[in-house]
């Protein structure tokens, strides 16, 4: 093949009809047993690109030959022919190649990694994530077994220990291991350029927190399942119709290409069968991008139809509540068919609450039960005589609502029937006091009363409530919520203009200004969301309503599984 196109090359050349030439062919070549002597010589002085094309012949590598067996003009044609065909064949092979040779997510396969974290095994540093001894190191590359090993941070997370890889915040003081939200996005920016179906998971207590930002930028126009995770959180009696079509709203507006929304549950597997079938369906061997403790229940609904699934359980990835447990892409085999999936690194947030409170202290952000509206007014209020008077008369006009250690809203100027509704974690204490003894009640009973940061030591180290955002927010309907206010990594505020069940009077409630004025305090740098109310609980099934639809929204709209 590859003479045949070095001849097709030779082939164009122009010769002028005053050459004599002869061809001498080796006998590697056996294309004809004869063999002749090469020379050529020229009668003129010119040089051929001065010639006319009329005076020039195509100069081939067969010799011409004499008798019945010589090859005629025509099969001399059909040689070249061929030898072009080829040529052509060959580069078209090329020129494949070089298209195939991409990026691939970056794996790491020359240094062996952990299977619970991602993190490549090493013998230096016994704080730092991917430790494992030497003897057990030696001994498991020795019978080549070195993709079994669970390093000594994956153990201590296994067993409920806080061990964080972020610097300073009482894990590994290094933090040299942890992904940064730049890192992970340049770890996946190649899947913009390729076909990939692409899993991205928001949790329903943080969705505006969990909803990575520019997640555009790595998707590009790759279809997108959306699981939404943790929604047995959710209060009793919530209506998932209602919070399927909310959640539907709220990514219309962010122009993904999204085949579908799922409601899950990774505790209790709710919604996973679906996730499954669909990515059985649409997978086209690609990267996934989603939790470890997702991860894990699909591998286990998967496992009922596809053998790779179920040994793909063996060694699945860890699972803890501390950011940054997984700290590279760990590859899984868990198609019958040859498709991998792909856990890879959270990223990490800094605007969420995780981020900035003790490690120790993270069990407390992590709620292990459905939630249940905490609200104002109605929960305790920490105040002097004849405050409380006040507060019922006035509403919650001149008051600071604490929300733990980690959140101040103070009342500005609201309704007096207007309601505040906490949903967070069961564990963080609310405490309300007049806006006046505020600042003097956070400094006393930071690591006290106030929780998270525990402890008086910690609580000297906290710097406070650094980020104080004004927000004005306005309503039409007083008996719909105004909205939230989420704040990042914590659970949200839902905030009604006015609750009839507060008994207070109606009079002049049309002429009233429909504006509502409040001041959040957050360490910084969380973030803070204004967002349409989520409808849960049994009150959110009366008031949320339904937008109307055009035909071609309802066409390009995507479905929502529970």
């Known amino acids: 093949m590859a003479l045949k196109t070095l001849s097709t090359f030779l082939s164009p050349l122009p010769l002028p009809k005053h050459y004599t030439l002869s061809i001498f062919n080796p006998v590697s070549l056996n294309i004809y047993r004869k063999s002749t002597p090469l020379s050529c010589k020229s009668t003129h002085s010119h040089s051929p690109s001065q010639l006319p094309l009329s005076d020039t012949k195509l100069l081939s590598s067969e010799p011409e030959g004499t008798g019945a067996a ?34 691939v997510l970056k794996v790491n396969t020359v240094t062996a990694c952990c299977y619970g974290c991602g993190a490549p095994l090493q013998t230096s540093e016994v704080d730092a994530p991917g430790y494992v001894d030497m003897d057990t ?39 040299k291991q942890f992904v940064s939200a730049d890192e992970l996005r340049e ?29 555009r930028d790595l998707a590009g126009a790759n279809p997108i399942i959306l699981v939404v995770t943790k929604v047995d959180l959710l209060p009793k009696g919530t209506d998932f119709n209602c919070v399927g079509d909310w959640v539907v709203e709220a990514i219309t507006k962010k122009k993904l290409n999204v085949l579908s929304v799922h409601l899950t549950s990774s505790k209790s597997l709710v919604g996973i069968a679906g996730v499954a079938s669909e990515i059985q369906k649409e997978k086209k061997g ?63 947030l800094h605007h969420r609450q995780a981020a900035v409170v003790h490690s120790e202290d993270l069990p407390i952000l992590a709620p292990q039960s459905r939630f249940r509206g905490q609200s104002f007014p109605g929960c305790q209020v920490s105040s002097k005589n004849g405050m409380a008077g006040k507060f019922n008369s006035n ?58 940061p525990t ?53 002049n ?15 910084k740098p969380v973030e803070i969301f204004v967002r349409p109310s989520i409808p849960v609980g049994k009150a959110g099934a009366e008031w949320y309503q339904y937008r109307e639809l055009t035909e071609k929204e309802e066409e390009i709209r995507p479905k929502w599984y529970f």
């Open 286 to 348: 690609s990267a996934n991008v989603g939790k470890s403790a997702f991860i894990s229940a699909l591998l286990k609904m998967m496992a009922q139809r596809d053998p790779a699934a179920a040994a793909a359980q063996k060694y699945k990835p860890i699972q803890s509540a501390v950011p940054g447990t997984t700290l590279g892409p760990i590859q899984i085999d868990a198609f019958l068919g040859g498709g991998k999936l792909y856990d890879t690194p959270g990223v990490h």
């Open 137 to 175: 190191y030696e001994l498991k590359k020795k019978h080549h077994q070195l993709r079994t090993i669970l390093c000594g941070r994956c153990r201590l997370l296994s067993h409920g220990h806080m061990i964080t890889a972020v610097g300073g915040n009482g894990g590994y003081s290094g933090g």
């Open 70 to 103: 010589s090859p005629t003009r025509g099969d001399r044609f059909l040689e070249r022919q061929q030898a072009d065909e080829a040529a052509k064949l060959l580069i078209k092979e090329i020129k494949k190649t070089k298209k195939k040779t991409k990026k």
């Open 187 to 215: 770890k996946l920016s190649h899947l913009r350029h390729e076909k990939a179906l692409i899993v991205k998971l928001v949790d329903i207590v943080d969705f505006n927190g969990s909803f990575l930002s520019r997640v």
């Open 509 to 523: 409630f049309a002429e009233r200004t429909k504006e509502l004025h409040i001041a959040v305090h957050v360490p």
């Open 455 to 507: 402890g008086k030591d910690r609580a000297g180290e906290w710097r406070g409530l650094e980020t104080v955002q004004q927000l004005q927010i306005n309503f039409e309907d007083a008996e719909r919520p105004a909205s939230d206010v989420a704040i990042s990594g914590l659970g949200w505020i839902t905030i009604e203009p006015r609750r009839e069940s507060l008994g207070i009077s109606e009079s």
């Open 395 to 452: 509403g919650l006009n001149g008051f600071s609502i604490f929300w733990g250690g980690l959140v101040r809203i103070d009342v500005l100027k609201v309704l007096p029937e207007t309601c505040l509704t906490f949903y967070g974690p069961k564990k963080l204490p609310i405490h309300a006091v007049p806006t006046h003894e505020a600042d003097e009640f956070y400094k006393k009973e930071l690591g006290v009363l106030l929780t998270p």
